[in-house]
């Protein structure tokens, strides 16, 4: 069984960065692509980036693209998420999420959730 837990929300104002991190535990967990996720409120839950399970490849939504970072750490199985120049819509709880094979934008292909930290940017 695989388990993920984030860390690292918190509020803070237009224009400031944050970090996020997920770490892994489990077996096999060079088996898994790693991404990550967010939820608006009163919104679908949708996607943000993801990296591959070696962390040598990275997707982003456009959303994010040139503003947040992706990154992994093999020897402590974390994945984080650098988030700069933040924006009032990018509030929404983040989730990381873990699948067996290559990297994915879809929700729906991700066997393995965190439950979320809230990030809460003010204007």
């Known amino acids: 069984q695989v388990q993920l837990e984030e860390f690292g929300g918190g509020t803070v104002q237009a224009g400031a960065s944050l970090r996020l991190s997920c770490r892994m535990s489990?077996?096999?967990?060079?088996?898994?692509?790693r991404g990550w996720f967010r939820q608006g409120p009163g919104k679908e839950r949708e996607f943000v980036a993801t990296i591959s399970r070696h962390f040598d490849t990275t997707y982003y939504a456009d959303s994010v693209k040139g503003r947040f970072a992706i990154s992994g750490n093999d020897a402590t199985n974390t994945i984080y998420l650098e988030m700069n120049s933040l924006k009032p819509e990018d509030t929404a709880v983040y989730y990381c999420?873990?699948?067996?094979?290559?990297?994915?934008?879809?929700?729906?292909?991700?066997?393995?959730w965190g439950q979320g930290t809230q990030v809460t940017v003010s204007s």
């Open positions: 489990g077996r096999n967990l060079r088996n898994y692509a």
């Open positions: 999420a873990a699948r067996v094979g290559i990297l994915s934008s879809d929700k729906s292909e991700y066997d393995y």
